[in-house]
């Protein structure tokens, strides 16, 4: 399913005027603030409930008017268009649902590109699956640059006790396309806590079927 919602989010509040101009931003390293920012969008639990391989403890968290900000987003004011490099970073917040790690949706780009990602604070790794089924995790420590060649579905999964944050960079016509990873229940491998750090597990939510976004 083409989802336009989900880029719109990406675009949210960038002005048709950006990046006509050389520009400056300043990211911190500590906070993963980008300032000044285009725009920011926050992901919480009900937005990405179907993301996670527990479902009966997604369903009492949110009963329970449980409903964390899994993650904030910062967008740098780049139109998405091409030619563009359009970048932002993100903040995952400590934690689980269930035994699995705080995570991003995760997606491929619309139009195969590779992006570029930079761990800035925090602990955690990110999952890369290519469209023929290999898997790859990298660590997410800071300073690490991740390369993500066109192709690869990515997320990134906070296994540390504080927040996580990185800067990523992409094509500005990219596109982010959601739908792809969840019409297939997601990626083969999730991330858990385990009694000895993070546990790669393998997926038991491939064969469900997935409703809208
Ligand atoms: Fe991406």
Redesign the pocket.
Known sequence: MHSEASDAEFDHDVSVLAASRPFQVVLDFTTGLLTPSGGSFVRRLSDMASAYEDQEVVKRMLASGDDPVIYKSYCADVPHEPGHLAFLTTIITPGTVGSEFFMTKG???YRDSA?LYLAMSGEGLMIMESHEGDFVQQELVPSALVY?PPGWA?RTVNTGSGRLTFM?A?FGD?G?DYASMESMGGFSIRVHRGDDGPQLRPSTSRDRVEGPR
Do not use: L
Request: aromatic letters at 10%; hydrophobic letters at 30%.
């Open positions: 997606h491929h780009h992006e993500v990515h990523a992409y990219a982010h």
